[in-house]
């Protein structure tokens, strides 16, 4: 069984910087594409950013240049630091990650929340 565990969501002012964290465990073979993605309120989840097994990154355009996304594989991680936050940005944050472990299936964490007040 896989688990993705989110950390570091919380409350700032606009203006201000948040680093999510998102680790992986379990029986895993090799984590391939990783990613955050966000819903807030009344809203449909959308792709944040994302990240390859090779480094190659994507970013919605509303959070280019502000967000950044990055992996540490040996520690299983995915990173999402973000900063000139607005607060268009409040959202509860999932980790999502494609893992092969016997087969090849799609995680997602419990999600943390992001409040970005003006």
């Known amino acids: 069984q896989v688990q993705l565990v989110e950390s570091g969501g919380g409350s700032v002012q606009a203006g201000g910087s948040l680093r999510l964290s998102c680790v992986a465990s379990?029986?895993?073979?090799?984590?391939?594409?990783m990613g955050w993605y966000r819903q807030a309120p009344g809203k449909q989840r959308e792709l944040v950013a994302l990240i390859s097994n090779d480094g190659r990154t994507n970013y919605r355009d509303s959070v280019k240049g502000r967000f950044s996304i990055s992996r540490d594989d040996a520690k299983r991680t995915v990173y999402l630091q973000m900063g000139s936050l607005k607060p268009e940005d409040t959202a509860v944050y999932y980790c999502?990650?494609?893992?092969?472990?016997?087969?090849?299936?799609?995680?997602w964490g419990q999600g943390t929340q992001v409040t970005v007040s003006s």
């Open positions: 999502n990650a494609e893992v092969d472990t016997i087969t090849r299936n799609n995680y």
């Open positions: 379990g029986r895993i073979f090799r984590i391939n594409h």
